[in-house]
């Protein structure tokens, strides 16, 4: 079983920086790919960024993209979303998710989902 929980959140200024941690505490070893996804207020769950297995591939959403990063530590079992430039619409709870497919960008895709953790960005 996989069992997923991500920490790092807190709140911080705008272009501030984060690094948010997902830990895969399960016993179950398999090449998950691991996503990052965010809910705002009143919004959609939205695709973050992910990664897969061994680390060589990575995807990001448009909005994020050159700003975030997503890496992995196998040996520790976690997987880090490293967030610079922070601005105030990337306030949301982060969630990080755990599938075998390969639409990395749909939360269909996903069988395990962490509890969340917020980030919050002030102007």
């Known amino acids: 079983q996989v069992r997923l929980a991500e920490s790092g959140g807190g709140l911080v200024q705008a272009g501030g920086s984060l690094r948010l941690s997902c830990v895969d505490s399960g016993r179950v070893v398999r090449p998950y790919t691991t996503g990052w996804f965010r809910r705002a207020p009143g919004k959609e769950r939205e695709f973050v960024a992910a990664i897969n297995w061994s680390g060589t591939d990575t995807d990001y959403a448009n909005s994020v993209r050159g700003r975030f990063s997503i890496s992995r530590d196998t040996a520790k079992n976690t997987v880090y979303l490293q967030m610079a430039s922070l601005k105030p619409e990337d306030t949301a709870v982060y969630y990080c998710?755990?599938?075998?497919?390969?639409?990395?960008?749909?939360?269909?895709?996903?069988?395990?989902w962490g509890q969340g953790t917020q980030v919050t960005v002030s102007s």
């Open positions: 998710a755990a599938g075998l497919g390969s639409a990395v960008g749909l939360p269909l895709n996903y069988d395990y």
